[in-house]
């Protein structure tokens, strides 16, 4: 993939918005490497690996969709490495900047919510990332996703941390009865309804029908806010860093990792 041109970007602001965001983020250049591109380069590129360990090395076969795909960066990482990807989202803006992003592999554009969308063919994998804090009813989000894949299909997703020592958002099970509340902050941009608790998290994808192949939280807050030592040490050793200090907690029993990566399989 690439980072876009300014000139391709500057005439829409909603695209010129999305390129930023990947120039100090995921495309950063060396020398812009910042806070932004840790947790953006970290996230993406950890799903992808997580979700290869269970896959067959057969790649032409195996399909791939980008729910909610924003940026589209984990589909994109996929389709480089031969895999088949559809990138799902109800705002078409995406999959304009998608394109100008796209350098090679296979890939489709499906328009639709993850909460009701149908595809035409069932998936190997499903991708929903930071996507799942948005929805009115996450119960009925897992369950929608999880009838678009195959039997045995894998479902990867990442959210924020409920249980994370900043976080101050309320937990799942404090807001899930506030049907008006949660459908206005899920209509709202840039708004959470709520950030899980890892047991919240656990319980809602297992009860979709999934059974649990990994669960873990990354994207410590030690490691993040350490600029100088990103600086100097390499970044796949920063990440093994970052794995130690996500496992810790403080005095209060509260994680250091801010987010949670499930990797989940259809049971049926």
Known sequence: ???????????????????????????????????????????????????KKYLSQDMSSIKVADFACGTGNVG??????????DFVDNEEKFFDYIKLKHTRGTVRFQKGDCSSFVGETKYDVIFFGEALEHMSNPSKTLANLRENLKTGGLLCLTTPNGD??????????????????????????????????????????????????EHKTFLSDQISRKSLLRRIIPERAIWKLDDYYSKQKNAAGKDWGRTQIVLAQRAH
């Open 1 to 51: 993939m690439k980072l876009p041109s300014l000139e391709e970007c500057s005439k829409d602001q909603f695209l010129f918005t999305l390129r930023s965001e990947d120039e100090r983020g995921f495309l950063a250049t060396k020398n812009k490497k910042g806070n932004q591109a840790f947790l953006m380069r970290k996230r993406f590129i950890y799903a992808v690996e997580l979700i």
């Open 76 to 85: 994109l990482l996929f389709a480089e490495a031969g895999y088949l990807v």
């Open 164 to 213: 994370f020592v900043n976080c101050y958002e309320p937990s799942w099970s404090e807001v899930k009865d506030q049907k008006e509340r949660n459908e206005k902050l899920a209509n709202s941009i840039g708004n959470h309804v709520c950030e899980f608790t890892k047991k919240e998290l656990s319980e809602l994808v297992k009860t979709a029908g999934f059974n649990m192949l």
